[in-house]
Antibody
Framework: QVQLVQSGAEVLKPGAAVKVSCKAS????????IHWMRQAPGQGLEWMGM????????GYADKFQGRLTMSRETSTSTVYMELSSMRFEDTAAYFC??????????????WGQGTLVTVSS | EIVMTQSPATLSVSPGERATLSCRAS??????IAWYQHRPGQAPRLLIH???TRATGIPARFSGSGSGTEFTLTISSLQSEDFAIYYC??????????FGQGTKLEIK
């Protein structure tokens, strides 16, 4: 069955960068985009961006431009999300999710378990 | 940005009863809306897309309706595993989808 397994929780200081991984299994990795969302404490879900797992092209939400980098490693079916210059307000659970259909789809049919990232001095 | 507003924030319902959750979009999203279930500590699960199409493996007690700006998720007979947080999401606006703040469905 489809599985997305994310890396473990992180605690970082302000100004640092975090890199979260998302390892996919159970389907053709390069046929579906992977998206990243986050959820700050007490807040709703926020779309951050996506990566074309086949060609590697990316698209990011405006608020993360310049700080966010997504990459993929096809040999291990793994996607990475790196957010730099972390601020206290970046404290959140970060989720990867697979597109429902091949190509760019903004409906997400499988999600990772979430990675809690805490920014603390 | 299209703002999605869910109501109520918390809904208390007894097992076996019907639950009706609402979602309103700040502008028309046609039928490009999805619903997700999120239990604490677990991965979110896709329930409905295209406003009314159940995702693979989703029980028939879950149904979605609506178009334009007003949408409803109905759970016809609540089971214990249905008590969770539910999110609506619009994907009409390109490229960035937006989510509602969620409705917490709790046991009465």
């Amino acid at each position: 069955q489809v599985q997305l397994v994310q890396s473990g929780a992180e605690v970082l200081k302000p100004g640092a960068a975090v890199k979260v991984s998302c390892k996919a299994s159970g389907y053709s990795f390069t046929s579906y985009y992977i998206h990243w969302m986050r959820q700050a404490p007490g807040q709703g879900l926020e779309w951050m961006g996506m990566i074309n797992t086949s060609g590697g092209s990316t698209g990011y939400a405006d608020k993360f431009q310049g700080r966010l980098t997504m990459s993929r490693e096809t040999s291990t079916s793994t996607v990475y999300m790196e957010l730099s210059s972390m601020r206290f307000e970046d404290t959140a659970a970060y989720f990867c999710a697979k597109s429902l259909t091949s190509g760019w789809s903004n409906v997400f049919d499988s999600w990772g378990q979430g990675t809690l990232v805490t920014v603390s001095s | 940005e299209i703002v999605m507003t869910q109501s109520p924030a918390t809904l208390s319902v007894s097992p076996g009863e019907r639950a009706t959750l609402s979602c309103r979009a700040s502008q028309s999203v046609s039928r490009n809306i999805a619903w997700y279930q999120h239990r604490p500590g677990q991965a979110p699960r896709l329930l409905i897309h295209g406003a009314s199409t159940r995702a693979t493996g989703i029980p028939a007690r879950f149904s979605g309706s609506g178009s334009g700006t007003e949408f409803t998720l109905t759970i016809s007979s609540l089971q214990s595993e249905d008590f969770a947080i539910y999110y609506c999401q619009q994907y009409n606006n390109w490229p960035a989808p937006t989510f509602g703040q969620g409705t917490k469905l709790e046991i009465k």
